[in-house]
């Protein structure tokens, strides 16, 4: 099947592939992509307030989780609330 592989936005801009063929997907797939461009953690951003994707490096058959995915708690926690607005 032909699919178009979009980011979590879906602006115009967050398109990582159109048009490919892959083989029939299922919600709960999961898809490598070898380079992101700016949905990679270089780029990376809490844009919208989404949380980032945990990263696994793979190297043939062996992979290991390098950075755990953010939670939406740790966004939270950087908020400063200043003592003025607080009353």
Known sequence: M???????????SDILAK?????????G????LCDV???????????NSKCLPAEIMICEKKYEIIRRHEKISSLIQK?????????
């Open 2 to 12: 032909n699919y178009t592989v979009a980011g979590p936005i879906c602006e115009s």
């Open 19 to 27: 048009n490919i063929k892959l083989c029939e997907q299922k919600t």
């Open 29 to 32: 797939n999961y898809l490598a």
């Open 37 to 47: 461009g700016a949905y990679g953690s270089v780029m990376a951003s809490n844009y």
């Open 79 to 87: 908020d400063i609330i200043p003592d003025w607005i607080k009353n």
